[in-house]
């Protein structure tokens, strides 16, 4: 799919999510083919398009940094609330408890005033006919009483015993009295006691009923900030996945176009099984071949013509250049493994020699032929066929076996700076320090590059 047409069709989606970016993206992508910015037709508009895409990148991180601390922040009043909430309906479900226990005591004490009543109305009664009676002995003429008893003294004693019986019948009346006002007074308590905690277990009902009314909203706004989280991150992957595009299109502008050279995608899955065989890291891999041969896009300047001499020429200009690889050993190795893949060594493209030392650096990986034939039979046991140094799968495994063995599988900054540097010079020397550096840096923009395409 045309780089345009993927970019036209993620910023739509991503639209949904970010205001303007219809207008604005679409816009700058929707071009007619004639050189302008969305077209990516260019590696200067390319660039432009990228860099337009990494900050709306940093811009969703961003987002979706912000809207995860928002949604844990809710998720932490929602629990508080859950909390109270629950802390409230056993209080609420106490309170009840206690208003039903002071009911039953109501209703008991008033049963009591009730029976108090009635003995009040009984010891009434009783004490009527005390009064009645005594009231009937002060009525009998004197003469008559005396006659009746049979002693006078029995006369007085009944009088005596009358008397007696009424202040005792008023003793216990008063008590009665006394014991209905107590319980009526304790009635009047249990029902003020049963009022305030009926009061209060309402405000608490009301509280409860406020909280899950909070916590029904805070959860609408939990669920929105949910759908904001995967619609952002559903819109990072896209652009992520235009990102990847737009590189991969830069990669297919950059440099001379080499039928042999991945695109970015391509590269990274096979640094990620040269990797996985080695445990050294696809980032760290694919800087190294990117610092060596722009991943397979440059692999030599030069051909060797002259085997005794090691002289060649250069392929653009066809002008002599004498050490283009060392005689002896590399040459015969060179011719060995040219034969050995039915390559023509004449045409077959080595690196120029630089203002010191000599050319003839392989393929991808830039393996000078004797290295390569020390490394030849591991690769092919990996790959399972006579490895070819051009063939960027190849140089990728045998790349990571030559930076596994300086320890480059530790994964840490020295150990894979240490590595780059034995890669380039045989030796840690800080005198070509920019190369570890250098490669370090590209393989830090890659490791950002693969956590994209990765999703992570």
């Known amino acids: 799919m045309p780089i345009k047409k993927i970019i036209i069709i993620a910023c739509l989606a991503l639209a949904i999510i970010i205001a303007g970016c219809g207008a604005v993206a679409v816009a700058q992508t929707a071009g007619n083919g004639n050189g302008e910015t969305g077209d990516c037709t260019t590696k200067e508009s390319c660039q432009a398009l990228l860099e ?58 008033q049963d009591s005033v009730d029976e108090t009543n009635k003995r009040i109305v009984n010891s009434q009664r009783h004490l009527a006919t005390i009064i009645r009676a005594i009231d009937e002995e002060d009525r009998k003429p004197l003469v008559e009483t005396l006659l009746a008893e049979q002693k006078l003294s029995d006369f007085f004693d009944n009088l005596v015993y009358l008397e007696n ?33 009926e009061k209060t277990t309402k405000m608490k009902e009301l509280q409860k009923q406020e909280h899950e009314q909070a916590k029904t909203e805070y959860n609408k706004s939990l669920q929105v900030k949910e759908i904001q989280l995967q619609q952002t991150t559903q819109a990072k992957k896209l652009t992520s996945q235009v990102i990847e595009k737009i590189k991969q299109r830069m990669f297919a502008l950059a440099g001379v176009a080499d039928t042999d050279a991945p695109n970015f995608e391509q590269a990274y899955e ?45 392929i653009k200009t066809g002008k002599a250049i004498s050490r283009v690889m060392k005689p002896g050993v590399n040459i015969n190795d060179f011719l060995s493994i040219t034969s050995e893949l039915n390559k023509d060594y004449k045409t077959t493209a080595v690196s120029c020699p630089m203002s010191f030392g000599y050319g003839g650096a392989m393929g991808p990986g830039q393996f000078i032929p004797h290295t390569w ?10 790959v399972g066929h006579a490895p070819n140094p051009w063939n960027i799968s190849d140089a990728f495994v045998a790349t990571a076996l030559y930076v596994s063995d300086y320890g480059a599988t530790s994964q840490t900054y020295n150990g894979e700076w240490k590595a780059a540097m034995i890669y380039f010079a045989g ?20 490791a950002d590059d693969i956590l994209a395409i990765e999703g992570k």
Request: proline share 1%.
């Open 52 to 109: 337009k895409y990494e900050a709306l990148l940093k811009q969703f991180d961003s987002d979706i940094a912000k809207t995860s601390t928002e949604k844990k922040t809710l998720q932490n009043q929602i629990a508080s609330l859950k909390n109270k909430i629950d802390s409230l309906a056993v209080q609420i479900k106490q309170s009840n408890a206690m208003i039903g226990d002071l009911k039953i005591q109501i209703s008991d004490t």
């Open 165 to 197: 019986l009424n202040d005792k019948s008023n003793q216990i009346l008063q008590e009665i009295k006394n014991l209905k006002q107590s319980l009526e007074d304790q009635k009047v308590g249990l029902e003020g006691e049963k009022d305030d905690l």
């Open 270 to 314: 096979m640094a990620k099984r040269a990797g996985n065989l080695t445990g050294v890291r696809p980032a760290f891999l694919l800087a190294i071949l990117t610092q060596e041969s722009n991943l397979g896009k440059n692999v030599g300047q030069c051909y060797l013509t002259n085997t005794a001499t090691g002289a060649g020429i250069s």
């Open 373 to 382: 034939m020390i490394y030849r039979d591991r690769v092919a046991t990996i």
């Open 427 to 446: 030796t840690v020397n800080k005198k070509y320090r920019f190369y570890g550096d250098n490669v370090m840096k590209i393989a830090a923009g890659y």
